[in-house]
């Protein structure tokens, strides 16, 4: 009768995570739909992303108007090189919109969700298990990741975990395979694989003999600093001009919302990774990438650049925890208060809100899920230019959007557009209908105007019926 309630229980807390889970992707799919239909996506990186997958569909290049007008380049590998975009092809072929984009990061994180669950329950138990998987759900830099436009990088987060699973089970084939696959996310996720690999080499600490029976482990961690650098010095210029982004680290330096930021990260995590020293093999390459950046978005909340220091850290906080309670018998009671340490600030640090907070945290880069004013005119007007073969200048909040067509633009640098879409009720729609004024000669003249959207036509343009039929 014993052994049936200990396994009845234990049936309980799977259930329970994977309800959390679930819970966790229905609600973060939710609010990324939500966000598309209100167009609050205006970051650039959804439309970039849609249109080079729709690109790949036509033409067999990742190719996007942002980045050909911003750096030149035909191909999105010329900025980063992630070929785990081909696995998405197919999916996205299927559903060509940026909502497959959102659905598939909402799942993925999901996904990680239970990871965090499995992985923390093999060292600690189910039952502690779920309950920092409740914590991670609710982390609110996991979730930043999620709602901050769409990003392939999303994906690594729970393959990283599920590195750490195949680590603790001994399943070197399948570790080596998911390093390989982190490895092709992003050009700067060696430094994770690189990170995992040398701590587990070095678990039983720095020695000769550490280093020679895991000898494999540091193999792994050169070669991916190997790749890295063919990546970086060979692959992505052949595709454009050069890495551009190695000016973020030509004048490192710390100041005090970079030590606020590391400090309030991992009070997310109730201080759980910083308990364990070997932990900071594990965690000082992502750290230093993000604290020694010049961009100031890498060291904040809201935004995707912690996609690797958040499977980390949860990873970090197991293994520290683990020892915590084997050394300090009445541990449980100082964790409790260290999960509600990591609660308040997940809530006080969450990256969303209905509307622009009228004193924001200045850590904090909100999602908004005010609708943009016109919405409903504005996706009236979106799915009549969609069926158009008409090239289209836009603010960024339509371009995602409209990113299915080839010949979208949110700069008139170097284009004469067929049409131009604006939202005049917003800063950003006057400004850029400005920008078209300033940079390019041709005439447009007004076709169409209501709840602050506005059409214009290049002057001598033969329009399609259903578009004067708007009005």
Request: some cysteine.
């Amino acid at each position: 009768m014993v052994r049936l309630q200990f396994k009845t229980r234990l049936f309980t807390y799977d259930i329970t995570a994977v309800i959390i889970a679930l819970a966790y992707s229905l609600v973060m799919v939710h609010l990324s739909l939500l966000k598309f239909k209100y167009f609050r996506y205006s970051s650039l990186d959804l439309g970039i992303f849609t249109q080079s997958l729709a690109s790949f569909l036509h033409n067999g290049t990742f190719f996007n108007t942002v980045e050909w007008q911003l750096y030149g380049v035909s191909n999105h590998f010329a900025v980063h090189f992630q070929p785990v975009m081909y696995l998405l092809v197919p999916v996205f072929g299927l559903a060509p919109s940026a909502r497959t984009l959102l659905v598939i990061q909402g799942l993925a994180l999901g996904f990680s969700v239970f990871l965090a669950y499995l992985l923390a329950g093999r060292i600690l138990g189910k039952r502690l298990a779920l309950i920092l998987t409740l914590v991670y759900s609710l982390n609110s830099s996991l979730i930043g990741i999620n709602l901050f436009e769409f990003h392939p990088v999303s994906l690594a987060v729970p393959l990283f975990l599920l590195s750490f699973i195949f680590l603790i089970e001994e399943n070197w084939p399948a570790f080596l395979a998911v390093s390989v696959l982190l490895l092709t996310v992003k050009e700067d996720a060696f430094l994770g694989v690189v990170s995992i690999s040398l701590w587990w080499a070095l678990r039983e600490g720095l020695s000769f003999e550490s280093l020679k029976k895991n000898l494999c482990f540091v193999l792994l961690a050169l070669l991916a600093v190997l790749y890295s650098l063919i990546v970086i010095k060979l692959v992505i210029p052949h595709f454009g001009r050069g890495y551009i982004y190695n000016t973020l680290y030509k004048h490192p330096s710390m100041d005090g919302r970079k030590l606020a930021y590391f400090l309030l990260f991992n009070l997310s995590f109730g201080l759980l990774p910083l308990f364990l020293q070997r932990n900071w093999v594990l965690l000082a390459l992502p750290w230093l990438e993000s604290l020694l950046s010049s961009r100031s978005s890498q060291y904040s909340f809201g935004f995707h650049y912690s996609y690797m220091l958040v499977p980390l850290s949860f990873a970090a906080s197991v293994f520290a925890l683990e020892e915590l309670l084997q050394d300090f018998k009445n541990f449980n009671k100082s964790l409790a208060v260290l999960i509600v340490l990591a609660l308040m600030t997940s809530l006080a640090t969450m990256p969303l809100s209905e509307k622009p907070p009228k004193e924001p945290l200045g850590l904090v880069h909100y999602s908004t899920l005010e609708p943009l004013p016109g919405y409903k005119t504005a996706w009236r007007v979106v799915e009549v230019l969609l069926k158009t073969n008409f090239s289209v200048y836009t603010q960024p909040a339509f371009y995602p959007a409209l990113a299915t067509k080839p010949d979208v633009y949110v700069y008139p640098a170097k284009i004469t557009p067929d049409l131009v879409l604006v939202d005049m009720k917003t800063y950003r729609g006057r400004v850029y209908l400005k920008r078209l004024g300033e940079m390019v000669k041709a005439k447009y003249a007004r076709i169409y105007s209501k709840n602050g959207i506005v059409v214009y036509k290049r002057a001598g343009l033969e329009l399609p019926l259903s578009l004067e039929e708007l009005d």
